[in-house]
């Protein structure tokens, strides 16, 4: 006498031998493919952004380190003249600045010199240069800052 379980499933309802995936394990499947795929473009997308960033503190790094160096080129007595001045963060077109200043600069340009007397004496005196610059770029308002101290015979 068959099992009455086996007897009650018609052969459209019997399963059991067939191999496949249903309708429910194949959304299943496809919202797991696109909740993956959307963390992957969304970690593309924030790493091309990081690679800009990089970019432009290396730039305007480099604008820091090229006008501190310039300063030393002048005259210890002219240094003070080049409190409050500007310049320019140059780009891979040297005729074209790569960075904007940041809204509300007073002179436009991103990068600024600030010279202060740090120490002095009848011989010697100690300045403390600093070069900042300052722009709003992928992913806002950065800014970089680089100091020296400069001493000498006035």
């Known amino acids: 006498m068959p099992n009455d379980a086996a007897a009650s499933r018609s052969p459209a309802t019997d399963r059991s031998g067939e191999r496949g995936l249903s309708l429910v ?33 290396a730039m305007a790094y480099r604008a820091c380190l090229k006008s501190l160096e310039d300063l030393r080129t002048l005259p210890m007595a002219s240094l003070m003249a080049m409190n409050g001045s500007g310049f320019v963060i140059p780009g891979p077109d040297p005729t074209k600045p790569a960075l904007a200043a940041q809204a509300g600069d007073t002179d436009g340009l991103p990068g600024a010199i600030t010279v202060r007397l740090e120490a002095s004496n009848p011989r ?19 800014s970089v800052e680089l100091m020296t101290l400069w001493g000498g015979v006035p």
């Not at 499947?29 to 993956?36: E, N, R």
């Not at 992957?40 to 990089?54: E, P, T």
């Open 25 to 57: 394990e194949l959304v299943i499947a496809t919202v797991l493919m696109v909740v993956g795929l959307v963390g992957i473009m969304n970690s593309s997308v924030q790493l091309h952004a990081l690679q800009r960033l990089d970019a432009e503190v």
């Open 124 to 142: 010697r005196v100690i300045y403390r240069i600093t070069a900042t610059a300052k722009w709003h770029g992928a992913s806002g308002n950065s």
